[in-house]
């Protein structure tokens, strides 16, 4: 199959196209052609993509839930997505919404996972509560604005004061311009902060929060829950959650709960979307569109990270293997680092 690939780790301005292996499928795994992938700035660390839609070409023998030509999406759990086929379990595939198209759909599945895994699954947002949502024209908060708005929550979120406009029509009730306004200043006695920042953001949310509240970060330092998720071995386990030590003692004297969301495929969560998304709750944001050819392009752009909502390509022949293993090494090492900076 057509392809792309790296020959150094980590290096965007290195991809090479070129033909591998169309991969096998198992048992319990889905082989799919892949139509549209999306970029987000995860895929930079990573470089193999992550979400994508696509047709079903091929079940294994226990796949009972999808069949040969069934349009899909999902965020993939083994195999990269940035290829003209890629293998997903079924139990991480849902079949994309039927109102929208295999582009928007790509857009979706990672952005959409997280706002979920954090507001419906972790912090349990209902009606009558109020939450922060950092970076709200980002992919992630931008989908979690709307889904916020869906629970019956008063939603508050950060931006720049060009995109005020944009993130209120998504939902928003509260902006903060973040060049002009210290959020800290301004709201008080929230339920749930969604942390996109990390670092001082992270810190300040913490004055946000009422007691009894909670901070779900996807950017702040991990803690012995996502050593838990990501299996890793008995060093690991005892050094990640020291990372995490100083803001959880922080957030533990104020009696508010800290948590950090390591996203996990999930493809019953994605029917639930699938279901908002064709009742016209949550709409996909698409930033740019590239081609095939431009994919340096796309990758560097969202290097800039000045994207709205999320990137694909029209066409699925770009495929990375890395081990994601040196991506949490290189993450634990780059916040080791800044510890040690900043003490």
């Keep these: 199959m057509k392809a792309a690939y790296i020959n150094r780790y980590g290096k965007i301005d290195d991809v090479q196209l070129d033909e591998q292996p169309k991969p096998s499928i198992s048992k319990d795994s889905v082989l799919v052609k892949v139509h549209a992938v999306s970029i987000n700035p995860l895929d930079l660390r990573v470089l193999e993509g992550n979400d994508f839609a696509g047709v079903v070409a091929q079940v294994g023998s226990n796949v009972t ?171 690991l386990k005892f050094i990640i959650p020291l990372l995490s030590w100083s803001i959880r003692n922080k957030a533990k004297k104020r009696d508010i709960t800290y948590s950090f969301l390591f996203m996990q495929p999930n493809g019953y969560q994605l029917s639930q979307i699938a279901e908002l998304v064709e009742a016209g709750k949550i709409k996909p944001i698409v930033d740019k569109e590239y081609p095939f050819s431009q994919m340096n392009e796309a990758l560097q752009y969202v290097n800039t990270g000045r994207t709205k909502g999320c990137l694909f390509f029209n066409i699925g022949v770009i495929g990375f293997n890395q081990m994601k293993e040196l991506m949490v090494l290189q993450a634990l090492l780059q916040l080791v680092l800044t510890k040690c900076l900043d003490s």
């Excluded at 939450?131 to 908060?141: K, P, R």
């Design 65 to 235: 839930q999808f069949k040969v030509g069934d349009e899909v999406y999902a965020k993939t759990d083994l195999n990269g997505a940035f290829a003209e086929y890629t293998i997903v379990q079924q139990s991480s595939l849902a079949l994309k919404p039927q109102n929208i198209s295999m582009e928007h759909a790509a857009s979706l599945p990672l952005v959409s996972l997280t706002a979920w895994q954090a507001l419906v699954e972790i912090a349990k947002l209902r009606s009558g509560q109020k939450v922060l949502i950092h970076a709200g024209s980002g992919g992630v908060g931008s989908i979690a604005i709307q889904l916020a708005k869906h629970l019956g929550a008063t939603v508050a979120t950060t931006t720049s004061g060009k995109n005020t406009r944009w993130v209120r029509e998504l939902g928003a009730d509260i902006i903060i311009d973040y060049k002009t306004i210290d959020f800290e200043q301004e709201l008080k006695d929230y339920d749930v902060v969604l942390d996109t920042q990390g670092g001082k953001t992270l810190e300040k949310s913490l004055n946000v929060v009422k007691r009894g509240g909670r901070i779900i970060s996807i950017s702040g330092p991990p803690d012995r829950a996502f050593a838990e998720a990501i299996k890793a071995n008995w060093l």
